[in-house]
């Protein structure tokens, strides 16, 4: 049974995770937040500066709500689960400030607790951005489950902060707690990253938060292989567009489309519509939403979407988020439109397609990925 009461020494609250699922086996907080919770600075001071980083859903935010209190992400579900669990809680909403990952906190700060993220690069580029920020006063703690921080994230921290120290593991959970080095020269910031398209006159930059940061990845390049041909005035939606790259070669084989890139991440919107300014008329073609999927989209109104579902949310792994997306893609597609869908063959999503299509096939396989089309 789903664990949705937080306790810790600055209250009890109810937290949900988002997407919201029946029967959700995975609580909205882990072993980590409840170690920096215990932080002693943190039980009863409500009078701080506290700057939050990769906050998943809330928990952290929540429970120091009655500080001053930034939260600073790159996923926009994550802001709007911290939004509904303070709501839950009978607490302000106004009580955080939300910092999206493009954007830099703002000074002064006491405390600044971070939450290991999946992808490195993103913590690279967070710890950059924070470093002019900080003061040797500031106490700044980082932790993370212990599977999720490899050896390299401590000489991340000392090259670009400086000192740590790490105290003992708790429920799996490590804190490493961080001092300023001023005399440190710091690398320079290298994000975004671009890259020329392979086959094209294109260039890709991505942000550091995106997938396969560094080139196309093998599963978009077996995609771009088989995008289905679109031609005339159109919708297609690149859904969980990641860079953008496949609504971006959509866009550029059909001129006369209107083609939407969904995400949640702020850093993926970002990258895409810089890729996307590439082409000619970009600003009339190409659409750019943030939020839950296609949760605003509305029904029958789209020919094509295309479709690289991640199969991980935060650190959690599982086919909820692509079954969502499965899901939603039934009810906007027109009749007659297609879900082109890429995924690992362990995946099984041939089988879990079924549920919402009534007819799937095979488009394209190899060893590794598999390529499906689903139609109403």
Same mark, same amino acid.
């Given at each position: 049974m789903n664990?949705?009461?937080?306790?810790?020494?600055?209250g009890?609250?109810?937290?949900h995770?988002l997407p919201r699922?029946?029967?959700?086996?995975?609580?909205?907080?882990?072993?980590?937040?409840?170690?920096?919770?215990?932080?002693?600075e943190?039980?009863?001071?409500?009078?701080?500066?506290?700057l939050?980083? !990769?906050?998943a859903?809330?928990?952290?935010?929540?429970?120091?709500s009655?500080?001053k209190?930034?939260?600073?992400?790159d996923? /926009?579900?994550?802001?709007?689960a911290?939004?509904?669990?303070?709501?839950h809680n #009978?607490?302000?909403?106004?009580? &955080?400030e939300y910092v999206?990952? @493009?954007q830099?906190p703002?000074?002064?700060?006491?405390?600044v @607790?971070?939450?290991?993220?999946?992808?490195?690069a993103l913590l690279e580029?967070?710890l950059?951005?924070l470093r002019p920020?900080?003061s040797?006063?500031?106490?700044?703690?980082?932790a993370g489950m212990?599977?999720?921080?490899p050896?390299?994230?401590w000489k991340?921290?000392?090259?670009?902060?400086?000192p740590t120290?790490?105290?003992?593991?708790?429920?799996?959970a490590?804190?490493?707690?961080l001092?300023?080095?001023?005399s440190l020269s710091?690398p320079p910031n290298r994000?975004? &990253?671009c /890259?020329?398209?392979?086959?094209?006159?294109?260039?890709?930059?991505?942000h550091a938060?995106?997938?396969?940061r560094?080139?196309?990845d093998?599963?978009?390049r077996f995609?771009l292989?088989?995008l289905?041909?679109t031609?005339?005035?159109?919708?297609i939606?690149?859904? #969980?567009?990641?860079n953008g790259?496949?609504g971006?070669?959509a866009?550029?084989?059909n001129?006369?489309?209107i083609?939407?890139?969904?995400?949640?991440s702020y =850093?993926?919107l970002?990258?895409?519509r810089?890729n996307?300014?590439?082409?000619?008329?970009?600003?009339?073609?190409?659409r750019?939403?943030?939020g839950d999927?296609?949760a605003?989209f509305?029904?029958n109104s789209?020919d094509?979407?295309?479709? !690289?579902?991640?199969?991980h949310?935060q650190?959690?792994i #599982?086919?909820a988020v692509a079954?969502?997306?499965?899901?939603?893609s039934a009810?906007?597609?027109?009749?007659?439109?297609? @879900?082109?869908?890429?995924g690992?063959r362990?995946l099984?999503y041939h089988?879990k397609l079924k549920?919402?299509f009534?007819?799937v096939?095979?488009?394209?396989?190899?060893?590794k990925?598999?390529i499906l089309?689903? =139609?109403?």
């Amino acid at each position: 049974m789903n664990q949705t009461r937080l306790e810790c020494p600055r209250g009890t609250f109810v937290l949900h995770r988002l997407p919201r699922r029946r029967r959700e086996p995975l609580r909205a907080w882990d072993a980590a937040d409840e170690y920096l919770l215990s932080t002693p600075e943190l039980v009863s001071d409500t009078q701080q500066n506290v700057l939050i980083v !990769n906050d998943a859903f809330g928990a952290l935010s929540v429970a120091l709500s009655d500080c001053k209190v930034q939260n600073w992400s790159d996923s /926009w579900l994550a802001h709007e689960a911290c939004r509904q669990n303070l709501a839950h809680n #009978g607490l302000p909403p106004g009580s &955080v400030e939300y910092v999206d990952s @493009l954007q830099t906190p703002q000074a002064p700060l006491d405390i600044v @607790l971070i939450k290991a993220p999946k992808t490195l690069a993103l913590l690279e580029y967070q710890l950059l951005q924070l470093r002019p920020l900080l003061s040797a006063d500031n106490r700044i703690l980082l932790a993370g489950m212990t599977r999720a921080m490899p050896s390299s994230l401590w000489k991340m921290l000392e090259a670009i902060i400086g000192p740590t120290q790490t105290g003992p593991a708790i429920k799996k959970a490590k804190l490493i707690e961080l001092r300023l080095d001023d005399s440190l020269s710091p690398p320079p910031n290298r994000f975004p &990253v671009c /890259w020329p398209l392979p086959d094209s006159e294109l260039e890709i930059c991505n942000h550091a938060n995106v997938f396969s940061r560094d080139r196309l990845d093998v599963g978009a390049r077996f995609m771009l292989q088989h995008l289905p041909p679109t031609e005339g005035a159109g919708e297609i939606i690149d859904l #969980g567009c990641g860079n953008g790259v496949l609504g971006l070669m959509a866009a550029a084989q059909n001129p006369q489309a209107i083609v939407h890139f969904v995400d949640e991440s702020y =850093m993926a919107l970002a990258s895409a519509r810089a890729n996307c300014a590439q082409l000619e008329q970009a600003e009339q073609r190409c659409r750019f939403h943030i939020g839950d999927g296609l949760a605003g989209f509305a029904d029958n109104s789209a020919d094509l979407i295309l479709c !690289n579902p991640p199969f991980h949310q935060q650190q959690a792994i #599982g086919d909820a988020v692509a079954l969502a997306m499965f899901r939603h893609s039934a009810r906007v597609l027109r009749a007659g439109g297609e @879900l082109i869908v890429i995924g690992n063959r362990h995946l099984g999503y041939h089988k879990k397609l079924k549920s919402y299509f009534n007819h799937v096939e095979v488009i394209a396989s190899n060893a590794k990925f598999v390529i499906l089309r689903g =139609m109403g």
